[in-house]
């Protein structure tokens, strides 16, 4: 079955930096448009950034721009999110989800998510 | 991009019918049949419950429903289940150089 396992989160300072990955299992990854979706703490979802199946668009929320780089290496079937100039607004849950193969904005498949805390 | 405008909270008794409505404007919900609505229960991900305004995807319950009309969509839940209690949010593809946005989320509780 379909899987995606996120890893990498933790306790990491302001103005420092963290790479998240997402693990991707049971499926041809490099077909799948993919996402990353955060939480912070007792709040919404927030939409964070997506990437086409072959890397070719990726597109980010206001939020994030340039501070965030999503990226994916298809041989390794890995999703990624380079976080960088972290604040504290970016403590969350991060989810990285599987866009479906008819809609790259239909996310049907979602990892367990990983938390990430920005804290001195 | 704005958040889509969903009601904080939603409440009925096993049995009955709710629905969630769920605001945006012409350059998102208005504008596109790409709306979905997600499911999550606490501490736990989101889950894909309606996808393209009123589709369901396989292993979804018929009890859940979705509609549009003009910038507002629509989940309804029919036959409330205490299982059903959750936090929804819809969500909508924007066109935009920002292509996505959630709602603000709604909490539904089964009395």
């Known amino acids: 079955q379909v899987q995606l396992v996120e890893s990498g989160g933790g306790v990491v300072q302001p103005g420092r930096s963290l790479r998240l990955s997402c693990a991707v299992s049971?499926?041809?990854?490099?077909?799948?448009?993919m996402h990353w979706v955060r939480q912070a703490p007792g709040k919404g979802l927030e939409w964070v950034a997506v990437?086409?199946?072959?890397?070719?668009?990726?597109y980010y929320a206001d939020s994030v721009k340039g501070r965030f780089t999503i990226s994916r290496d298809n041989s390794k079937n890995t999703l990624y999110l380079q976080m960088e100039s972290l604040r504290a607004e970016d403590t969350a849950v991060y989810y990285c989800?599987?866009?479906?193969?008819?809609?790259?904005?239909?996310?049907?498949?979602w990892g367990q998510g990983t938390t990430v805390t920005v804290s001195s | 991009q704005s958040a889509l405008t969903q009601p904080a909270s939603v409440s009925g008794s096993p049995g009955q019918s709710i629905t969630i409505s769920c605001t945006g404007t012409?350059?998102?919900?208005?504008?596109?049949?790409?709306v979905s609505w997600y499911q999550q229960h606490p501490g736990k991900a989101p889950k894909l419950m309606i996808y393209?305004?009123?589709n369901r995807p396989s292993g979804v319950s018929n009890r859940f429903s979705g509609s549009k009309s003009g910038n507002t969509a629509s989940l309804t839940i029919s036959g409330l289940q205490a299982e059903d209690e959750a936090d929804y949010y819809c969500?909508?593809?924007?066109?935009?150089?920002?292509?996505?946005?959630f709602g603000t989320g709604t909490k539904v509780t089964v009395l």
């Open positions: 989800a599987r866009g479906s193969s008819q809609d790259y904005y239909v996310m049907d498949v």
């Open positions: 049971g499926i041809i990854f490099s077909s799948y448009g």
């Open positions: 990437i086409w199946n072959d890397g070719s668009n990726k």
């Open positions: 012409s350059n998102d919900v208005g504008g596109y049949n790409s």
């Open positions: 393209d305004v009123s």
């Open positions: 969500a909508s593809y924007t066109g935009s150089s920002i292509p996505y946005v």
